[in-house]
């Protein structure tokens, strides 16, 4: 019988719980902390006892969602790692847990690897072998996807992901945090008046810690001249930054694609919302004759969806661990 995968997703600060059976999805639940928006950024500590509050409450809602029970379920899909400690110790400790109950086999997962597979969710779904940029708070990379769960990193930031430099930026310019989402909604009143320099590093690397420092200057600068100019400016500097970030990662994906004969091109992760990326991802397909894929947005950000899809395939092939395993927050493709 085709099985029915619990999946569990808890590497930062989102709890979620999905329920995949045969690759069809049944049910998805996400629980996000909104804690963190009086620091101005995730706080581990407050992550993880967030995470306890809410896994149970979110498992019990997506069973009830796909009307089952936990006899019902043929095998636990977890995130192992990339993330914070904390924050895998609790999914982890439960998806142990629950297989132990049930005994059922359980699937570790890769966080990053699990926002490629989102684009098998849904149709249209991309040909083998396609390359996605994966770009989050955390990470930033650029992967040549040969098979489902054949993967290899063709190049990864240096330093900073794209999506610390959105939410620094917001930061130094008094946004609310999570500041990106914010970014691109004035970015698309704002003109792209002020320009900032493009980081010199290898073809497929990426670096965002002197583009950060650049914007700072610039915003320290003129704000000595004029203690308002973030105010009456911010549609602008937003639309800049933004214009600024999405070139540097549409122009090293084109390279990727030319330089390896890919026409498939692909975005993920959390950053793949921003709305000038996705539709800039669209034009330069449109324009070179490839051929681009998006994720419905709910796939974009954290979520256990895209866990259970890679547990999906990793079920197939009998891809299984044991008790022994413990969560890994530096695990890499």
Known sequence: MPPTILAIESSCDDTSAAIMKDASLLSLGVSSQKIHEQYGGVVPE??????????????????KEANLKPF???????????????????????????????????ITVNHMEAHILAHMIEEPRPKFPFICLTVSGGHTQLVLVKEVLEMVVLGETLDDAAGEAFDKTGK??????????????????????????????????????GLKTSIRNFLINNLRENTDFVELNKEDICR????????????????????NNITELAIAGGVSANSALRQGLVDLCIEKGWNSFIPDFKYCTDNAAMIAMA???????????????????????
Do not use: W
Not at 46 to 52: E, P, T
Not at 311 to 326: A, E, I, L
């Open 172 to 209: 130094m310019m008094g946004l609310p945090y999570p500041a990106g989402p914010i970014i691109d909604k004035l970015a698309q009143i704002g003109n792209p008046n002020y320009s900032f320099p493009t980081p010199k590093v290898g073809p497929y690397e990426f670096s965002f810690s």
């Open 240 to 259: 800049s930054v933004q214009d600024s970030i999405v070139k540097i990662l549409l122009d090293k994906l084109v390279f990727a694609a030319e330089q």
């Open 311 to 333: 547990g999906h395939y990793k079920y197939t092939k009998g891809m299984f661990t044991d008790q022994r395993v413990t969560p890994n927050p530096r695990l890499k493709i």
């Open 46 to 63: 407050l992550a993880s006892r967030a995470h306890q509050q809410e896994i149970v409450p979110i498992i019990d809602y997506v069973l």
């Open 72 to 106: 019902d379920i043929d095998a636990v899909a977890f995130t192992q790692g990339p993330g914070l400690l904390g924050s895998l110790l609790v999914g982890t400790s439960f998806a142990k847990g629950f297989a132990l109950a049930q005994n059922i086999p359980l």
